[in-house]
DNA sequence: GAACTATACGGAGACTGTCTCCGCTTTGCA
DNA sequence: TGCAAAGCGGAGACAGTCTCCGTATAGTTC
């Protein structure tokens, strides 16, 4: 890549990060993006031939957040009740930092097309994991991908709503006591 | 209002009902709904100020079948946890009976400025039924709110990825042991 | 049944968004 | 320094939602 394209696509990134976490993926327009980057519509369609491509880019490190997510969450000294609301607090709460980003993603789990595909991957591997530690804890039957919808389920309401904080918690109390086994 | 208003306006539902369901809600564009209804945008406008109050009436009648899904979760001669599994399996299918639907819906509870207020306020009233019918099965804070909310998010991730009925009712069990005291 | 007015009709077009096309510019190599 | 190849930018195609306003009609009154 030559290197005024290396900088306008980095920039590009920065510029729509920060417009995606104040006003939400849905309010911001590629036009908007495109003249806050100061590049022309056609730069940045080459770069990002989709919204959502754009976006799957802004979201890039997200992945070691969640596994470092998932490592704290184990590594809580409480009991598995504590630890699996606390994963699935952090995870809601990941998937709610950017306005409309929870439906998206939740919506493209299992869509291996999708730009969204590699996040999707990273949370069901991050569920898979959590559900391997916890064991017993949980009832058998348990899938990583069920996991990820109900949350990102929770997750979009939540967003859509603009849920308080604790009111998410309690719904994910509900979730969690019914992951547990009984 | 005048007879050919109310013709027009009849038809207009009529075939926004039928276009809704086959193509789901954002399938569906209004000047489409014109042409089919053959009435121009103007007047398909004047009766409908928006894309979502023509849906809402198109959905008119819902508020009998959830008070009658309710009626019948509850006259099961069966385990409270089956009762309470039969309504939200029944819950979730009204939702996603259009495509698009079960995300609007449920993003719009607790907004009495949304054009689906009533049906919320419907969808809030049957839960607090089912609630109260359930009684003491159930763990002691659960809130018609919060069960709208998570039901409905499952059922809008159901519906964007179309899962089928069976991986719903996997997730819908979880909700409700959940939701069962333990 | 003719005249009249409130009501309703319809479609052109304003506006906003995504995304494409293509002539011009710049980069980086020989 | 010259020259492809790569990149740039913005006009505009296209698709939505929704508004405005001149025209037509229902229904009432005499």
């Given at each position: 890549m030559?290197?005024?394209?290396?900088?306008?696509?980095?920039?590009?990134?920065?510029?729509?990060?920060?417009?995606?976490?104040?006003?939400?993926?849905?309010?911001?327009?590629?036009?908007?993006?495109?003249?806050?980057?100061?590049?022309?519509?056609?730069?940045?369609?080459r770069h990002f031939p989709t919204k959502e491509t754009l976006y799957d880019a802004v979201l890039e490190a997200w992945a070691d957040k969640v596994n470092a997510a998932v490592d704290a969450a184990l590594a809580l000294k409480a009991?598995?009740?504590e630890q699996l609301i606390s994963w699935l607090t952090e995870y809601a709460t990941m998937l709610t930092a950017h306005k409309g980003a929870?439906?998206?993603?939740?919506?493209s789990l299992g869509d291996p097309g999708s730009p969204f595909a590699a996040k999707c991957e990273t949370y069901l591997s991050a569920n898979r994991r959590m559900i391997e530690g916890l064991g017993p804890a949980l009832?058998?039957?348990?899938?990583p991908m069920q996991v990820?919808?109900?949350?990102?389920?929770?997750?979009?309401?939540?967003?859509?709503?603009?849920?308080?904080a604790d009111s998410v918690k309690g719904m994910l109390e509900i979730v969690a006591d019914g992951l547990l086994a009984s």
């Open positions: 030559r290197a005024d394209a290396r900088r306008n696509r980095d920039r590009i990134v920065d510029v729509a990060r920060a417009l995606f976490r104040t006003k939400g993926f849905d309010a911001v327009s590629m036009d908007e993006v495109a003249k806050a980057s100061e590049v022309g519509t056609g730069t940045l369609y009991p598995a009740r929870a439906a998206r993603i939740t919506a009832r058998s039957e348990v899938e990820c919808r109900i949350v990102g389920g929770v997750a979009a309401v939540a967003d859509s709503s603009e849920l308080p």
